[in-house]
């Protein structure tokens, strides 16, 4: 069964930065593409970037040049670096795969709350 841990989440000021991390385990993680995704309150969730087994990575517009995503093979870990937060950023965060076809049971997500 595979499991996803997140973590790294917290409350930060805008312009500020955090480093969400994300333990995968019950699957052959270097095989498999990687997604980070979100959800704020009355929103739908939405991915916003992935990276396949061969470490290409893709973002979203919201968050491009102010997010990056990376993985630990080594350690069966996801990481999502996030600078310039603002607080539209606000939302749970989840790890999964970026393929919707092949999502694992949701972990139960990291909060990131970015408030003055």
């Known amino acids: 069964q595979v499991q996803l841990v997140e973590s790294g989440g917290a409350l930060v000021q805008p312009g500020g930065s955090l480093r969400l991390s994300c333990a995968v385990s019950?699957?052959?993680?270097?095989?498999?593409?990687m997604g980070w995704y979100r959800q704020a309150p009355g929103k739908e969730r939405e991915l916003v970037a992935r990276?396949?087994?061969?470490?290409?990575?893709y973002y979203a517009d919201s968050v491009k040049a102010r997010f990056t995503i990376s993985r630990d093979n080594a350690k069966n870990t996801v990481y999502l670096q996030m600078n310039s937060l603002k607080p539209e950023d606000t939302a749970v965060y989840y790890c999964?795969?970026?393929?919707?076809?092949?999502?694992?049971?949701w972990g139960q997500g990291t909060q990131v709350t970015v408030s003055s």
């Open positions: 999964n795969s970026p393929h919707d076809s092949r999502w694992w049971d």
């Open positions: 990276i396949t087994s061969g470490h290409y990575t």
């Open positions: 019950g699957v052959i993680f270097s095989f498999n593409d």
